[in-house]
């Protein structure tokens, strides 16, 4: 199985530009998260779904959405892209009875710019 | 608040053993992990020790935790190159829903022959 897969894996915008980051699980998780990492700073959680049809935010939410219609899949949109969502974008998932809840399975990343 | 810091960088000679530090903010952590993020891929959890241990140990790998201190360490014995990556310390906090984690800003590790 592939694991976590995300796409693409660079992307540049425009600022206004919209997008959706790409992100999908064949471990059959329930959970699912999407994460920004920026210089110096660690993780920071955006939004997360505890399973289809089920969403909800995290720490830094303001100007991304995210829909769950399958347990595989959950994209991440940016709406009207700024140059502060300039980052590298992870997805995560875990299945519901794993532990620990920091044990969870990273996709490769997207790195966005937007100018 | 809550917190979780970590020194920058670090290089090692190659055969030397490292330790990466941490520290963190929140006494009620339940449980810290270590994550190490090679270059151009996610992060994987290498291993992770709960808050009522004061060391876990796995091959290479030993975690020590001082819960007194909130001071958590990560020694890698026999340092190889395949190890220089970054480091990333973080804790779950009690009460934090099903996903919340703090992470630290990661400790680059460096390993020269």
């Known amino acids: 199985n592939a694991g976590v897969t995300q796409t693409p894996k660079f992307q540049v915008l425009k600022t206004g530009q919209s997008m959706t980051l790409q992100c999908a699980q064949d471990?059959?998780?329930?959970?699912m998260s999407w994460y920004r990492q920026d210089p110096g700073m660690g993780l920071r959680l955006i939004h997360y779904?505890?399973?289809?049809?089920?969403?909800d935010q995290g720490e830094v939410p303001n100007g991304y959405n995210v829909s769950r219609s399958t347990t595989e899949d959950f994209p991440l949109r940016l709406l009207s892209a700024a140059p502060s969502q300039t980052s590298v974008y992870f997805c995560?998932?875990?299945?519901?009875?794993?532990?620990?809840?920091?044990?969870?399975?990273f996709g490769p990343g997207t790195r966005l710019t937007v100018l | 608040g809550e917190d979780v810091e970590q020194s920058l960088f670090l290089s090692v000679r190659e055969g030397d053993s490292s330790v990466i530090n941490c520290t963190y903010t929140d006494s009620s952590s339940t449980y810290l992990y270590w994550y190490k993020q090679e270059p151009g891929a996610g992060l994987q959890l290498l291993t992770y020790i709960f808050s009522n241990m004061d060391m876990k140990q796995d091959q290479r790998l030993t975690v020590l935790l001082n819960k007194k201190d909130k001071h958590l360490s990560l020694r890698i014995a026999d340092t190889q190159t395949g190890d220089s990556a970054i480091y990333f310390c973080?804790?779950?906090?009690?009460?934090?829903?099903?996903?919340?984690?703090?992470f630290g800003a990661g400790t680059r590790l460096a390993v020269h022959p």
């Open positions: 973080a804790e779950s906090p009690q009460g934090g829903g099903y996903n919340k984690l703090i």
């Open positions: 471990m059959n998780h329930e959970y």
């Open positions: 779904s505890v399973g289809a049809g089920i969403t």
């Open positions: 995560a998932s875990r299945p519901r009875a794993s532990g620990p809840r920091g044990t969870q399975y």
